[in-house]
C-alpha cells in the first residue's frame, strides 16, 4: 500500500486492524474518502508493476528461491540506485559486508541482491559470514579491540548501544533517508530504534517479534474437539476445543494432548526449546514470560529502571520458567536437547508439535519453504496472555478489566543494515556503502524479503498490504492471520520492547546455562531465578551499573 | 671418526678463534646488542605509557613493538656473530626458532596468564581491569567448572575402552583376513571426518529422536522412547561413544604400526613352546606392544582432554550440564559472554591441570613399563 494512501485512511479513522481485514473492507473504508476512492481505483503504476513482478520470482509454491532468483530481484529493484549514482561510479572500491548466514538466508540472498548492484557501480563486495552463534562474539571482539575490519554490518538493534554508542558507525545520509523512505517504517521501529544521540545510524531490513503459530488443523479436528469436551482435566477456561489465547490453557491443552493421535501420529502441543543457543533461546523464555511480566501500567520488565536490579527472580518469571519444567514431560521426548532452531524448522515446519512462538520466519518459511509441511495448516496470533499480571510496583498478582494481559515479545527488534565509521574518511567509498545498504534495505526489495524465506519480517507499513500477497499467490486466510499477528505485535500498546544495553546477550547467555540446569530438574524454578539473577547482578557491576540504568532507562524512553 | 670428529667439536668451545677476535669487533658487537635492546625497551615503555594514557607520545597499534622486536632479532644475531665468531655463527642456526618460540609461544603464554588476572568484559565501559586473583577464587567455587572437570574424569576413563576396542581392532587387521587392506581404510575413515561433520551425521542425524535410523532400530529392539541426548547418563555415554568413533582408528593405527613392527620370531617362539592364543597374546604381545600402548593412550588422553566441538555441536553441555566438557564450558563463558579474564583464567588453569597430569602419567607409565618388562 502506498504510504500516502495509509495515512490518509489513518486519518479518516480506519485502524491498521480494519487495513488487514483485506481489500474489501479497505474499499469499503476509503469509501469515507474521495481521495482514498480515486487512489484505490487509479490503473496500476510503474512501480506496482515492479512489486507485481517481483512477488513473482519464482512464485509462491514454487519451490523455494535460488541465487539465480536473487539476482533478478536485485537486478529488478535496481531503480533508485541508479537515480542517484553514474554507471561504474565505484569503480575501484571494495568493500566488506559482515552478516549471518543462518539456514542459507541472509548474506547469501545479500551476495544474490548486490550481483547487479556490483555490475552497475562498478563497486565490489568481499563477505564474512557467520552462523548466528558465532555473531555476538566476533562482533563484539572486532569492538573491543578495535579491529573492526568490515565497511557494513548486518546488525540487531540490540548492538546499537555498543556500536553506535562507542563512535563506530557512520551516519546516514539525508539521500539515503530518502531513497528508503524511512516514513514507511512501522512505528515501533522508528527512532529512537537506530538513532543513537539524535543521529540516524540503520537502514532496517527486518521487524521482530515472537508471534505464536498454531496448527489450524489440529485446533479444527473433530476427534480432538470430542475428547476435550470428555476431558474432565483443568481447561484453563478453554471450554470449547480450539487455539488456546492464554498462556493456562497451552498448558492445559499441551498436558491434555500428551498421548494423543491425530492422523495416525502422536500429536503434541507447545514447544519449548530448552538447550541454550548462543543467549538466543532466552527470548523464548521471555515470550512465555511477557504476559506475566509485563504491566500495561509498567514500561519495563527485565530490569527496575532505577537501579537494574533483576526482576528474573520475580513470581512471574519464576511462573514461565515453572510453566517450562512442568510442560517438558508433555512434549516430545527429547524435548530437553531441543533448540530454537530445532523447534521451528525441524519440529514444527516439519509436523511435530501443535503451537510454537517464534519470529516471523516461522510464518514466512511455513507456505515457501521446501522443507514445510504445514503451509496450508498454521495459523497465527500474537502470544498468548494471561488470566493475571504481576505487578513489580505493588508486588501483586492484577487481574485486568480489559481481560487476560498480552504482551507481545518484539524479541531482537530486527536486523539492520549499518554502515561503519571507517568509510567515512573516503567519500567514494562512504556514498558506495551507503548507497549498497540503502539496495539492501529499499522497499521493493523488502517486500519480496518479507515474502519469502530470507531471515527478515516485513517492517514496513507498505508490506501490510495483503492484495500484493494474494496476487503473488498466497493464500488469503493464511497470510492474513500472518501479517495480522505480526502487525497486531509490532504496533501493541503492551509490547515488551528489547532493551537496546551493551551487552544484553551476556545476560542472556548466563541465564541459559543456569536455565538449561534448571529445565533438567537440578534447581527449582525460584533456585534457578535467584542465580540468574545474582549472574545478572555481578555482569552489571562488571559492565558498569550506571551507565547501564542510563542506556536502559533512554532504551525504554523513560 | 669418533677420534677425528672430537677435537673438531671442541676447538671452537675451547674459545680458540674467539680469543682471536678483535677487541673491537667485540665492543662493536655488545654495542649493538645493548643498542638494540635499549631501543626495543625503549619502544616497549613508550608504547605502555601511550596506551595507559600517562603519555601523548606513541603509536595507534603495536605493530611498531613487532618491528622493534624483528630489529632486535637481527641486531642479536649479528652481535652473536661480531662478538663470538663461529660460535656466534652456529648460534644463527638456533636463535631464530627460539625468537620465533618466545614471540608465539612463551610471550602469549605469559600475557594469558596476565589476562587471567583481570577483569575483562567485552562489553564493559571500563574496559580492561587488573584484579589479581579474583577469577581464581571464583573458579573455585565455581559449579559449572567443577562440573565440567568431573565430567572430563569420565571422559578420560572412557579411553580405556577405546583402548580394548582399538587393540581388538588392530588384532584384527593384523592377522591374515580378507580384504585386510580395505578394512584398514575403512576403518580409518572415522578419523579423517572432521568432529563437527560427525556430530552433524550421526549426533544429530543418526541418533536424531523422531526420524534417525539409530532411534528407529532402538525403537525395533523395543526402547520405545530412543532419546539419546535426553537422559544424563545416556546422554553422556552418547557423546562418549560419538568422540571414540571418530578416535578409536588413531589408537587402532597405532597399535597396529606396534603390531607389524613386533618381530615374527618372538612369536613363533612362544609357538613352539606350546603357548596357546591366549598365552601369547598376554605373555608376549601385550608386555611387547605396552610401550607402544602407552604412547597411544597418552595421546588420546592428551586429544580427550581437549574434547569440545562434538558437544559444542550436539547438545551445548546439556542435559544440565551432564555432558560438558571443560573446552566446551570455558568456549561459552568466553564466546557467549564475552567474559575474556575469566575464561582465560579457567582456560589457564585448566592449562596447569594437564601439564601437572600428563607429567605425572608419563611418569607412570614410564614406571610401569619398566617393572613390567
Known amino acids: 500500500m502506498r504510504t500516502g494512501l495509509y495515512e490518509q485512511l489513518i486519518r479518516a479513522g480506519a485502524t491498521r486492524r480494519d487495513l488487514l481485514k483485506g481489500a474489501a473492507s479497505m474499499a469499503a473504508l476509503s469509501a469515507a474518502s474521495s481521495a482514498g476512492l480515486g487512489a484505490l481505483t487509479r490503473p496500476a503504476s510503474a512501480a506496482d508493476d515492479l512489486r507485481a513482478q517481483i512477488l513473482q520470482v519464482p512464485g509462491v509454491g514454487k519451490g523455494q ?162 475428547a476435550w469436551k470428555a476431558d474432565s482435566g483443568d481447561k484453563a477456561g478453554l471450554t470449547e476445543w480450539g487455539v488456546p489465547k492464554t498462556w493456562q490453557q497451552v498448558q492445559a491443552v499441551t498436558k491434555f494432548l500428551k498421548g494423543k493421535k491425530f492422523k495416525g501420529q502422536d500429536v503434541y502441543g507447545y514447544l519449548d526449546a530448552p538447550k541454550p543457543w548462543g543467549g538466543f533461546g532466552f527470548y523464548f523464555l521471555g515470550s512465555r514470560a511477557s504476559a506475566y511480566a509485563k504491566h500495561p501500567d509498567d514500561k519495563a520488565w527485565l530490569f527496575d529502571p532505577d537501579t537494574m536490579k533483576p526482576r528474573v527472580n520475580n513470581p512471574a518469571w519464576v511462573r514461565a520458567i515453572q510453566d517450562v519444567i512442568d510442560a517438558l514431560p508433555f512434549e516430545p521426548q527429547d524435548q530437553i536437547n531441543a533448540d530454537p532452531n530445532q523447534t521451528c524448522f525441524s519440529q514444527f515446519l516439519g509436523g511435530t508439535g501443535s503451537m510454537l512462538a517464534w519470529w516471523g520466519d516461522a510464518g514466512s518459511n511455513a507456505k515457501t519453504s521446501d522443507s514445510s509441511v504445514v503451509g496450508d495448516v498454521t495459523g497465527f496470533s500474537i502470544l498468548p496472555g494471561s488470566d493475571d499480571v504481576y505487578n513489580s510496583k505493588t508486588g501483586k498478582w492484577d487481574k485486568l478489566a480489559s481481560g487476560p494481559n498480552y504482551a507481545p515479545n518484539c524479541a531482537y527488534i530486527g536486523w539492520g543494515v549499518y554502515v561503519m565509521a571507517r568509510v567515512d574518511s573516503d567519500e567514494k567509498k562512504k556514498k558506495a556503502a551507503w548507497s549498497a545498504a540503502a539496495h539492501l534495505g529499499g522497499k521493493d526489495l523488502s517486500l519480496w524479503c518479507a515474502a519469502y524465506p530470507s531471515g527478515f519480517q516485513p517492517y514496513r507499513n507498505s508490506h501490510f498490504n495483503i492484495p500484493e500477497w494474494v496476487a503473488a499467490g498466497y493464500d488469503e486466510a493464511f497470510i492474513t492471520s500472518y501479517l495480522k499477528s505480526e502487525a497486531d505485535s509490532y504496533n501493541h500498546p503492551n509490547a515488551a520492547i528489547e532493551p537496546r544495553i551493551p551487552g544484553i546477550f551476556q545476560y542472556y547467555s548466563a541465564a541459559e546455562d543456569i536455565l538449561a540446569n534448571t529445565f533438567a530438574g537440578k534447581m527449582k524454578a525460584q533456585e534457578g531465578a535467584d542465580a540468574i539473577a545474582a549472574a545478572w547482578e555481578k555482569l552489571t557491576d562488571q559492565i558498569g551499573r550506571e551507565k547501564q540504568i542510563e542506556l536502559y532507562k533512554a532504551s525504554l524512553g523513560l | 671418526m669418533a677420534e677425528q670428529t672430537l677435537p673438531t667439536n671442541e676447538w671452537p668451545a675451547n674459545g680458540g678463534p674467539a680469543d682471536l677476535i678483535a ?91 596476565y589476562i587471567a588476572l583481570t577483569d575483562w568484559n567485552l ?55 580378507r580384504a585386510r587392506k580395505f578394512f584398514r581404510v575403512v576403518f580409518l575413515l572415522p578419523l579423517m571426518l572432521s568432529p563437527v561433520a560427525v556430530s552433524w551425521m550421526i549426533g544429530k542425524s543418526l541418533m536424531e529422536y523422531r526420524f534417525g535410523p539409530a532411534a528407529t532400530l532402538a525403537r525395533h529392539l523395543g526402547w520405545d522412547n530412543p532419546a539419546f541426548f535426553s537422559d544424563p547418563i545416556i546422554a553422556r555415554i552418547a557423546i562418549m561413544v560419538l568422540d571414540a568413533w571418530t578416535f578409536i582408528p588413531f589408537m587402532m593405527i597405532m597399535l597396529l604400526a606396534g603390531l607389524q613392527a613386533m618381530s615374527r620370531e618372538v612369536l613363533e617362539a612362544a609357538r613352539v613352546d606350546g ?31 581437549k574434547l ?66
Open chain 1, 65 to 226: 528461491p535460488t541465487d539465480a532468483d536473487f539476482q533478478k530481484v536485485g537486478e529488478m529493484c535496481l531503480g533508485a540506485t541508479k537515480a542517484s549514482v553514474k554507471p561504474g561510479e565505484f569503480a575501484g572500491v571494495e568493500l566488506t559486508f559482515m552478516g549471518l548466514n543462518n539456514q542459507n538466508l541472509h548474506n547469501v540472498l545479500y551476495r544474490g541482491f548486490l550481483k547487479a548492484w556490483e555490475d552497475y557501480t562498478g563497486a565490489k563486495f568481499n563477505w564474512i559470514d557467520l552462523a548466528q552463534a558465532d555473531y555476538n562474539p566476533r562482533l563484539q571482539q572486532a569492538i573491543a579491540t578495535g579491529t573492526v575490519d568490515f565497511d557494513v554490518i548486518e546488525m540487531g538493534a540490540p548492538f546499537e548501544g555498543d556500536v553506535c554508542g562507542k563512535g563506530l558507525a557512520s551516519e546516514m545520509p539525508d539521500w539515503v533517508k530518502k531513497q528508503i523512505d524511512m516514513d514507511d517504517i512501522v512505528a515501533y521501529l522508528k527512532p529512537p530504534v537506530g538513532t543513537w544521540n539524535g543521529k540516524q545510524y540503520r537502514v532496517t531490513v527486518d521487524g521482530d517479534a515472537h508471534n505464536f503459530n498454531y496448527r489450524t488443523d489440529v485446533f479444527s479436528d473433530s476427534d480432538l474437539t470430542a
Open chain 2, 123 to 177: 562489553s564493559s565501559f571500563a574496559g580492561r581491569r587488573f584484579n589479581g586473583l579474583d577469577n581464581f577464587w571464583q573458579m573455585l567455587g565455581d559449579p559449572y567448572y567443577r562440573n565440567a572437570l568431573f565430567n572430563m574424569v569420565l571422559y578420560v576413563l572412557a579411553v580405556a575402552v577405546e583402548y580394548v576396542i582399538a587393540f581388538g581392532l588392530a588384532l584384527l587387521l593384523n592377522a591374515q583376513i
Open chain 2, 23 to 113: 677487541p673491537g669487533r667485540k665492543r662493536l658487537g655488545f654495542a649493538l646488542m645493548a643498542a638494540a635492546t635499549l631501543g626495543l625497551l625503549a619502544v616497549i615503555a613508550l608504547q605502555i605509557l601511550y596506551k595507559s594514557e600517562v603519555t601523548t607520545l606513541g603509536f595507534e597499534s603495536w605493530q611498531p613493538v613487532v618491528y622493534a622486536y624483528v630489529l632486535w632479532g637481527v641486531a642479536l644475531g649479528a652481535g652473536q656473530v661480531l662478538t663470538r665468531g663461529e660460535d656466534g655463527q652456529r648460534a644463527l642456526f638456533l636463535l631464530p626458532a627460539l625468537l620465533f618460540t618466545i614471540a608465539m609461544v612463551i610471550f602469549p603464554t605469559l600475557f594469558g596468564f
Open chain 2, 308 to 373: 569440545a566441538d562434538i558437544i559444542i555441536t550436539v547438545t551445548s553441555g546439556g542435559p544440565g550440564g551432564a555432558t560438558d566438557s571443560v573446552s566446551s564450558f570455558i568456549y561459552r563463558e568466553y564466546r557467549d559472554r564475552s567474559n575474556v579474564g575469566y575464561g582465560t583464567m579457567l582456560a589457564m588453569a585448566y592449562l596447569v591441570i594437564i601439564v601437572v597430569f600428563v607429567t605425572w602419567l608419563l611418569k607412570f607409565a614410564n614406571r610401569f613399563v619398566r617393572n613390567v618388562n
Open chain 2, 275 to 305: 603357548a596357546n592364543a591366549w598365552q601369547t597374546f598376554w605373555q608376549v604381545t601385550f608386555p611387547l606392544m605396552l610401550p607402544v600402548s602407552v604412547t597411544a593412550l597418552i595421546l588420546r588422553i592428551i586429544f580427550k582432554l
